[in-house]
């Protein structure tokens, strides 16, 4: 009996557009499912407690639902497990943790300690927060980098990777990254830009390493040493923090209202260290090319002379 060849020209097309493992399927689940959520919840729920606490709650709320999404995602649309997502049963991911962490609250803390010595920042203590609830705001802040990295590195990333290439892969989401903090209060284009170039630094870090880790580290510390520890505004949400800061100096420096992401001061660090992940993605020949430039081409005809 004749083996069934395989599908070729229309009919190959037609099946990969229909399989459920169709890249642009896949996208519209990973980006879809999340925003369509956040949406409902805002729109259709309401959460007991007052503005923190609904906060909260919508943060885990989400960060269940992502991680069902990511795991729904993997196991019947990509056939692949958590370790492959870069989440779990990744080696030295405490490393990773730690670099990420070094990253995040480092140039915060050279930040604040700049402007406080040039006079456009004041800090005193005490500050609104005491020590329970800093540990507590440091732990939900650890929680959103979760949230987040699933989201937009875990999920809406590694899509776009798998689909159109890392190169452009990083550039739409860090874009979506940066769009999707321009409703914070206090939002100006040079902190959405900031937050957008943030963003291919996070996926360059998680592409480097093929691990969730080293981005949480970072956008956990970032955040912590930004609101809990110097009490200045992340993306423009004030939380308390254990000094009182006092912007004093002008907003093209501090960033004002939207805090330091939106800072002059802070640039070089985001796009030295965006382009220095880049850089070495490409040294180490980590990029993924497009879907349409990966596929492999004929299989050769086998040689019909023998040894």
Not at 20 to 39: I, K, N, Q, S
Not at 158 to 180: E, N, P, W
Not at 277 to 299: D, N
Request: proline content about 7%; aromatic content about 12%; hydrophobic content about 50%.
């Amino acid at each position: 009996m004749a083996a069934r060849r395989p599908p070729y020209g229309h009919d190959a097309v037609a099946i990969q557009i229909l399989s459920p493992r169709f890249w642009p399927w896949r996208l519209g689940v990973a980006v879809g499912l999340p925003r369509l959520f956040g949406f409902l919840l805002d729109r259709l729920v309401r959460l007991p407690g007052g503005d923190m606490e609904r906060a909260i709650e919508g943060r885990v709320l989400a960060t269940i639902f992502n991680f069902l999404v990511l795991l729904a995602l993997l196991r019947w649309m990509e056939g692949r497990t958590l370790r492959e997502s870069g989440l779990f049963g990744r080696a030295h991911w405490t490393r990773r943790f730690s670099e990420g962490l070094a990253l995040g609250a480092g140039p915060i803390a050279l930040h604040g300690a700049a402007l406080a010595a040039a006079g456009m920042y004041v800090f005193s203590l005490p500050g609104s927060a005491t020590a329970l609830e800093a540990v507590t705001l440091a732990a939900v802040l650890l929680l959103v980098g979760f949230e987040e990295e699933v989201r937009y590195r875990a999920l809406a990333f590694r899509t776009l990777d798998q689909g159109v290439g890392s190169g452009l892969a990083m550039v739409i989401s860090g874009a979506l990254f940066g769009i999707s903090h321009a409703t914070n209060p206090g939002a100006t284009p040079l902190g959405i830009v900031s937050i957008a170039v943030g963003g291919v630094f996070l996926a360059a870090c998680y592409l480097r390493y093929r691990s969730l880790w080293a981005p949480i580290g970072f956008h956990f510390a970032w955040n912590t040493m930004e609101g809990v520890v110097l009490g200045l505004p992340i993306s423009g949400l004030q939380i308390p923090g254990l000094l009182h800061a006092e912007i004093t100096g002008p907003a093209f420096w501090t960033g004002g209202r939207f805090g330091p992401e939106g800072s002059t001061a802070l640039q070089p660090f985001i796009f030295a260290a965006a382009l220095f992940y880049v850089w070495r993605v490409i040294v180490e020949k980590k990029l993924t090319p497009p879907a349409w430039a990966a596929r492999p081409g004929p299989s050769p005809v086998p040689s019909s002379s023998t040894r």
